[in-house]
């Protein structure tokens, strides 16, 4: 995830352009860039640093450029570095263009630009895309588009300028976000409402697959097949401050709603027809067969993932696997050799025990492979294979779009290494490909449970203590909504593997003692249904998760939150969709800060 702008005015473009980098920098900060057109050539300022130090850039402040496209950057393909910040350009300097999203053909597109003798700076995706301009163009800048965007497979917000049209910026959209905003003498472009309203609140949305015409006095939309259509410009009715959060209250709540594109774009960014392709990983088939055990090491809620990630691999890939907290892997004499794959998971990339505790097993010989959010970070850089979750920035402390991220590339992983090796049935292994691939569109149809999940936010109050229960992977995501409820709610909540209740714990059930069981893993059910009776025998009130259609469990819990049926194996990527806004909820009506909970950071450098 990226931010993009875009000017045409009559004064400078550069004081706008900066401004709403700086308001969109949360949507990525590896690096920053900025092409001001002026006299007929490009003047383009980059940097590896934050927005701010554009301004320090000898040139800037004096560039008078009234047309101009900016970006910062969340990397995708290729290392923060300037040569691949945007914007970048053409070959002959003619076109430079800014872009949020993933090009998914681009390594075919770039070989059949190579072939034509065309040079690329760049390792980025994006870098296709002005080069594919100049081949196309012949005079007509909108024609030259829609041929280049014809060709794009992926996701994109583009924003265009071109030397022969000083006055005009072209923008087209495909799966990504893009507003257009209409002002007095100048319009702009911007991924999100955030860079738009100190400057005008009056706004255009395009659609996937629309190009536009932006010159300072006029704006044309146009069709794929090139037909100028109508859009009636809408008001914003949100201020600066609220626009940032997306006019959510919190930035974790806009998270949670940003779910279904974040997953979207972790899973299809990997697959080209039915292949899931994992580029520059250096597994394949024959270094999966001589593997015979996997350990999965992580920290807090990516250790949750983890959980998941045993059940599923262990089932679609048949090799023994466990989950070890990376701060007890380090200090124990763990079993780990050449024969052992190392699943290292980290949101942040720096987590500084998971650092150390995939060091411990590269040194034991165990090849690693890291699944991070971070582009660049030292467990990337450490890893023998990354793969990147590709969520975007995550602003609250208590992760919500990162976990779920990471189930999925755990799923892709786990279907990838099945196929190679032949571990799961064809016809099983290819259900649960199909399945993954509606996550997205499930994960939006929890999402839009909210107002039920709300209201059961509420009688949650501030109770002196609540519990979990779930078997299998229902037991891994109450682990992962305790902590939710505990770390930004500040209610105390344990999570247990409802089998274990009667060894002990069950002696803690009490009349009015909340208890929310986690009723998805439908082969399980009538177990975990016996042990909701034991606690309502002691006078508990529960709450349960279930999966649509499975109405017996209305009989004993005083309510059902219902998710829609999946894969047995993807479940938790629904389940754990509703307790992120009960914590959520839980947390607001007790006044905490949820964003910024208290003794808590966002990446936990220190041991």
């Known amino acids: 995830m990226c931010g993009i702008v875009g000017f045409a005015g009559k004064s400078a473009a550069k004081d706008f352009l900066f401004e709403g980098l700086h308001r969109l920098e949360y949507r990525g900060y590896d690096s920053a860039g900025i092409a001001l057109l002026n006299q007929d050539k490009f003047n383009i300022y980059k940097t590896v ?95 030259a588009v829609r041929e280049v965007t014809a060709r794009l497979e992926g996701s994109y917000a583009l924003g ?36 738009i309203v100190s400057h005008t609140k009056k ?23 090139g037909t100028a259509l ?14 940032e959060k997306g006019g959510y209250e919190h930035f974790m709540m806009k998270e949670i709603h940003e779910q279904p594109d974040a997953v979207s ?85 720096e987590t500084a025990d998971t650092l150390a505790a995939l060091k411990e097993a590269k040194k034991r010989g165990s090849h690693v492979l890291s699944i991070v959010n971070v582009v660049g970070s030292s467990i990337a850089k450490a890893s ?45 292994i290819e259900a649960l490909f199909d399945e993954l691939r509606l996550l997205p569109k499930k994960i939006k149809r929890v999402i839009e449970a909210e107002p039920i999940i709300k209201q059961a936010a509420k009688k949650c109050g501030n109770p002196h203590s609540l519990f979990f229960i779930g078997r299998n992977t229902d037991y891994a995501v109450a682990l992962e909504a305790s902590l939710k409820l505990k770390e930004i709610s500040y209610i105390h909540s344990e999570a247990y593997a409802a089998g ?35 606690v309502r025998a002691r006078g508990a009130d529960v709450l349960a998760c279930a999966t649509e259609g499975n109405t017996v469990i209305e009989a004993e819990a005083q309510e059902v939150i219902y998710i829609p049926k999946t894969h047995p194996l993807l479940s938790a990527s629904l389940e754990v969709i509703p307790f992120q806004l009960y914590a959520y909820y839980a947390a607001l009506y007790n006044g905490c800060d949820i964003d910024k909970p208290r003794n808590l950071a966002k990446s936990v450098t220190v041991e």
């Open 384 to 428: 023998d294979d990354v793969i990147y979750t590709w969520a975007g920035p995550e602003i609250a402390v208590a992760t919500t779009k990162g976990y779920s991220t990471q189930l999925s590339v755990l799923y892709l992983f786990a279907v990838w290494a099945a196929r190679m090796l032949g571990t799961m049935e064809s016809e099983k």
């Open 265 to 349: 774009q972790t899973v299809e960014s990997r697959i080209r027809g039915r292949e899931i392709v994992f580029e520059d990983i250096k597994l394949n088939g024959e270094s999966l067969k001589n593997i015979n055990r996997i350990s999965i090491i992580a920290c807090g809620s990516a250790y949750h993932a983890g959980m998941v990630g045993k059940y599923v691999l262990e089932e679609t890939l048949r090799i023994p696997t466990e989950v070890d907290l990376a701060s007890e892997f380090r200090y124990r004499n763990p079993i780990v050799d050449e024969k052992t794959l190392t699943i290292v998971i980290s949101q942040s990339g």
């Open 203 to 225: 706004v255009l949305y395009i659609e996937d697959g629309e190009t536009a015409l932006i010159t300072p006095n006029s704006v044309t939309v146009y069709s794929a097949d």
């Open 49 to 143: 640093e934050r927005v701010q130090a554009l301004k320090a850039i000898k040139g800037f402040d004096n560039d008078g450029g009234a047309l101009g496209i900016g970006h910062t950057r969340w990397a995708t393909h290729g290392a923060p570095s300037v040569e691949n910040a945007h914007p970048h350009t053409s070959e002959n300097m003619k076109f430079a263009v800014v872009h949020n999203g993933i090009i998914e053909n681009y390594a075919s597109l770039k070989a059949e630009l190579e072939a034509e003798g065309i040079s690329f700076k760049s390792q980025t995706d994006t870098e296709v895309i002005p080069q594919l301009l100049q081949k196309y163009y012949e005079g007509n800048l909108i024609e």
């Open 500 to 534: 274990e209740l009667k060894h002990g714990t069950i002696s803690l059930i009490e009349e009015g003692r909340t208890v929310i069981a986690l009723c998805a893993c439908e082969r399980l059910f009538d177990k975990l249904l016996s042990n909701v009776k034991e």
């Open 160 to 195: 265009i300028i071109c030397t022969d049209f000083p006055d005009t910026l072209v923008a087209a959209k495909h799966f990504s976000p893009l507003i257009i905003g209409l002002g007095e003498d100048a319009n702009i472009i911007a991924s999100d409402v955030t860079a």
């Open 230 to 243: 109508e859009r009636t410009p809408s008001v914003v009715g949100w201020d600066v401050a609220a626009a």
